[in-house]
């Protein structure tokens, strides 16, 4: 595996091996060089100092925090929601029935004050605290209940997209799959209004990191029977410590201090600004005329050019983080010629990732020829320790052989025009353009290059109107699991078209056991069916997190996948 040492050994000690939740969204928009940061041993604001009560320190009389977005989140539907820029926000309007802590990388009491959990690990009995909604209603377990059906209904238009996070619950599946009629046979019940019973499948060390996740998060009974409800920031009632208060499609968000949150005490923001502008150059003047506090991953977008500039001029605010993410391109292999693995395997093999990272990206990633990132838990120590990345090489020669032959098998002398998708990013538009360019050189392939706005983009891909298409994903939960199981067939997050049985029994037989070591290895043969046998995907690099955060931000937490919480933030007087 072509790594940095001394890189791979800073990622190792500083990333927590255990039950976290990165509640990003895990498609990522940002661009190539940004994701988010990790979760630390002790926990650090983004400027990498450790964060704390305020003590001596005297606040700032204003306490709104001023960010940017780089795309609009395409909605604030936590069933519908599948990308950084949507968890961002969704993370300050709700709470799950638990959150993570970032200083101990485990999860934490929410809504959820305390659980019991029973001896065989299948059954979860969580009391909720005296939580009450936006508008004044009580939280109940029946907003639990009410949300996990809406995400598992099948006849939802459209489907949600994380579903399958779900189906750690008994029948869940089934009952998404249809195989099962009444929503009551499946494992999560209302016992009372504070008591919310869960009956899992099988037991699942991580369940409750997933519990802070999005797609379980609580909604209000008015959302029934107005499907619209999170287009309208008047119509989003909503239990966290932050409401939307002003939303202007394109331009700008605004989420207010919410009075009513539970732990409303432990707020000192009044209000975070987040702009909607998807220039880099733009975000980063902004921060340098002092009308931004924070700038970068894996809300924004510092240009790929800047990065050493901007770590040597301002290195007390520059910040950088290896974190639990891959940067991608994956295939539509349902489309001729794609669905040769040849042809795709010939494309993988003449991108030069070091070539790319030294001279386009310029963030310090890691080169990666897997899936499952550095940092990943496995059955003794990392994952990626154990089962080594190297499942195939960059090799023109071998890929100008493949190429022909692929060609052949389909009838064809040479590869038509390809098509490569990405969303609107001056960092994913080099990389598509580096990257192109490889191709040419190397196979004599003609690429076209095409930009689409975020949200286009994410249903063009949902829907396999691509040919090939960027893409990111970082970690829901620290689990070779939340990497793989999106690739199962008919997956809600599987753009690729893949549908192999074999995978599929490879996943499900991971899901229901406990063994560890056993695991594992089912991980590593699912891992190398989608790189090394089919190559539904070419993985590039492994991601880092880069950000400048003015010295006064205190209190922004980022978990070990790279997912920034906003909610404790503070400023000091400056």
Not at 44 to 73: C, F, I, M, Y
Not at 284 to 306: F, T, V
Not at 477 to 496: E, K, Q, R
């Amino acid at each position: 595996m072509k790594k940095s040492k001394s890189l791979l050994l800073m990622i190792a000690i500083v990333l927590v091996i255990g039950t976290v939740l990165a509640g990003c969204g895990s498609n990522n928009a940002n661009n190539g060089n940004n994701a988010a940061a990790t979760n630390n041993a002790t926990a650090t604001d983004n400027a990498g100092t450790n964060t704390g009560n305020t003590g001596d320190e005297k606040l700032a009389a204003d306490q709104t925090l001023r960010v940017n977005l780089s795309a609009e989140p395409p909605t604030f539907d936590p069933a519908q929601a599948q990308d950084s820029q949507a968890n961002t926000v969704l993370k300050t309007m709700y709470e799950g029935l638990t959150r993570m802590n970032d200083e101990t990388g485990q999860a934490e009491p929410g809504i959820a004050e305390k659980w019991d959990v029973s001896a065989d690990g299948l059954v979860y009995t969580f009391h909720l605290r005296d939580a009450v909604w936006s508008n004044g209603d009580p939280v109940e377990a029946a907003d639990f209940v009410r949300a996990w059906k809406i995400v598992l209904d099948p006849n939802t238009d459209p489907t949600a997209p994380y579903a399958y996070q779900l189906y750690y619950l008994k029948n869940a599946e089934e009952y998404y799959t249809k195989k099962v009629t009444d929503f009551n046979e499946v494992g999560v019940k209302a016992v009372d209004a504070k008591t919310l019973e869960v009956t899992l499948k099988a037991p699942t060390p991580y369940f409750l990191g997933l519990l802070s996740f999005y797609t379980y998060y609580p909604v209000h009974k008015s959302v029934e029977g107005n499907p619209k409800w999170a287009t309208n920031k008047d119509t989003m009632i909503t239990n966290g410590a932050f409401t939307l208060t002003e939303w202007t499609t394109g331009q700008s968000l605004q989420v207010t201090k919410n009075e009513k949150y539970w732990d409303a005490a432990s707020i000192k923001l009044s209000k975070i600004d987040f702009s909607l502008v998807n220039s880099g150059a733009t975000e980063l003047l902004s921060y340098k005329n002092g009308e931004l506090d924070r700038a970068g991953a894996p809300h924004g977008e510092i240009p790929q050019e800047q990065l050493p500039i901007v770590q040597k001029e301002l290195p007390n605010e520059f910040n950088r983080k290896g974190i639990a993410a891959v940067y991608y391109y994956e295939f539509n292999i349902t489309e001729k010629p794609f669905d040769n693995a040849k042809i795709r395997k010939a494309l993988a093999m003449t991108v030069n990732r070091q070539a790319l990272i030294d001279n386009v990206t310029l963030g310090g990633q890691l080169p990666a020829y897997g899936f499952v990132p550095p940092g990943i838990a496995g059955a003794d120590g990392e994952y990626r320790n154990a089962i080594k990345d190297n499942y195939f090489t960059e090799d023109t020669e071998a890929a100008k052989k493949l190429l022909a032959e692929g060609l052949a098998e389909e009838g064809l002398t040479e590869l038509p025009p390809v098509e490569l998708t990405y969303n609107t990013s001056e960092g994913h538009k080099k990389i598509a353009l580096a990257v192109a360019d490889m191709w040419k050189n190397a196979l004599g392939i003609t690429v076209n290059t095409v930009n689409q706005e975020w949200a286009v983009f994410i249903d063009n891909r949902q829907n396999q109107n691509f040919q090939v298409a960027r893409a990111g994903w970082t970690a829901d939960y620290n689990d070779p699991m939340t990497f793989l199981d999106m690739f199962v067939t008919d997956g809600g997050n599987n753009d690729t078209g893949y549908a192999n049985p074999e995978y599929d029994k490879l996943i499900a037989d991971a899901k229901a056991s406990s063994d560890l070591a056993a695991r594992q290895e089912m991980f590593a043969k699912a891992e190398k069916m989608i790189i090394q046998d089919d190559m539904i995907v070419i993985p590039f690099y492994y991601y880092t997190n880069n950000s400048l955060t003015k010295d006064y931000l205190k209190g922004v937490t980022l978990d070990f996948s790279g997912a920034i919480d906003f909610t404790r933030a503070y400023l000091l007087e400056h």
